[in-house]
């Protein structure tokens, strides 16, 4: 007898390939228009559903949990970040959670060196001299930047991400320090020859670079405070492509204003998708809008990654990419 297929609802357009798939397998309920769910649209899907398909830009609160009743089984996130899921509001009505982790580290660390690389080396200031036809011919002291090579980079959050970033910046012939709950492994230290700092504070005061890729969780609101800020050298970068919430902006903009940094490359903001105005101004900042990861092979990967975990689910199996509850 054919089983009948679990109810799902994917919250935002994904690419073709996925979206059939998935109708394939599921009985599915696909953003066709891609607009952002209301409110009322994500309070009545988790009502109606088994398997919910969100991603970061839809809040999973308490208030649309307490609307799941006893049919929502999985929130099957698309995305890797789950700060936008009250993880304790789920686990307690019983709501398994996962993830897309992997696909989209190389992805984002490919776009963490892009703004690593664009900002000290002034590339959109560069390019629109171009393109206003305000190029006058070369002079030695025309468009100068900051080399990366020989300078420290500090990340913070040696997670998959940050690892992927360390390789890519030793090859840029940068010196590796990081912070992190907790130190890695030896083998992978040596890897990257990364000097580990268990005081945050410490590094920052030290580094050229400070790159972000720690998640957000109520811990990491803010860690890069006005204090800590304050801390890195005015002759200093600062790059995120993680969570725009780990950073203070406002004391971010202030501190850039005020020559105490160097320049920031930004992927993501506190209040996303408003991008605090005050930053247009500031010609030693790149703003990207949340694309770190943006490319069809990952948004594919990341797609397959959450039709397994749906059958995963659906067949009585852990899924693999289980952020809820937490694995062993
Ligand atoms: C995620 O999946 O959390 C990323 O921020 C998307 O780029």
């Known amino acids: 007898m054919a089983r009948t297929k679990p109810k799902v609802v994917v919250t935002r357009k994904l690419p073709d390939v996925v979206e059939t798939r998935m109708m ?10 891609d607009h952002l769910f209301s409110r009322e649209e994500l309070k009545r899907a988790v009502a109606e559903c088994d398997v919910l398909v969100p991603n970061l830009t839809d809040l999973i609160d308490k208030s649309v949990l307490e609307n799941s009743g006893t049919r929502l089984k999985l929130i099957a996130n698309f995305g890797n970040g789950v700060d936008h899921i009250d ?11 996962t993830n897309t982790p992997d ?41 100068l930047g900051h080399r990366l090579h ?3 980079l500090g990340i913070i959050g040696m997670g998959r991400i940050g690892a992927a970033v360390a390789r890519r910046a030793r090859g840029f012939g940068m ?11 030896p083998e ?3 890897e990257v020859e990364a000097t580990y700092w268990e005081s945050l504070d410490q590094m920052l005061a030290r580094m050229d670079v400070i790159s972000v890729h720690c998640p957000h969780t109520p811990a990491t609101f803010h860690l890069l405070s006005e204090r800590r ?34 320049g920031a490359g930004l992927d993501v ?9 005050e930053f247009m101004s500031l010609k030693n900042v790149i703003l990207l809008p949340h694309m770190g990861s943006a490319t069809i092979e990952g948004r594919i990967s990341m797609g397959e990654k959450v039709i397994i975990n749906i059958r995963a689910f659906s067949d009585g199996h852990q899924p693999p990419d289980r952020v809820l509850p937490p694995q062993g």
């Open 24 to 33: 394939e397998l599921f009985d599915v309920h696909m953003n066709v228009d």
């Open 87 to 97: 993880l304790a509001v789920a686990q307690a009505h019983n709501i398994t959670v």
């Open 103 to 143: 696909v989209l580290t190389e992805d984002t660390a490919d776009m963490t060196m892009a703004l690593m690389v664009a900002v000290p080396r002034r590339l959109i200031e560069g390019a629109q001299i171009i393109r206003k036809g305000e190029f006058k011919g070369w002079s030695p002291t025309h468009m």
């Open 150 to 152: 020989g300078k420290r």
């Open 175 to 185: 010196a590796i320090h990081y912070h992190n709950r907790r130190r890695l492994h």
């Open 188 to 190: 992978l230290e040596a």
């Open 229 to 262: 800020l304050k801390l890195m050298k005015p002759t200093a970068y600062l790059v995120n492509l993680a969570r725009g919430e780990v950073v203070d902006e406002d004391a971010l903009i202030t501190l850039l204003k005020r020559g105490k940094l160097a």
């Open 269 to 277: 903001f506190e209040h996303e998708p408003a991008v605090n105005s």
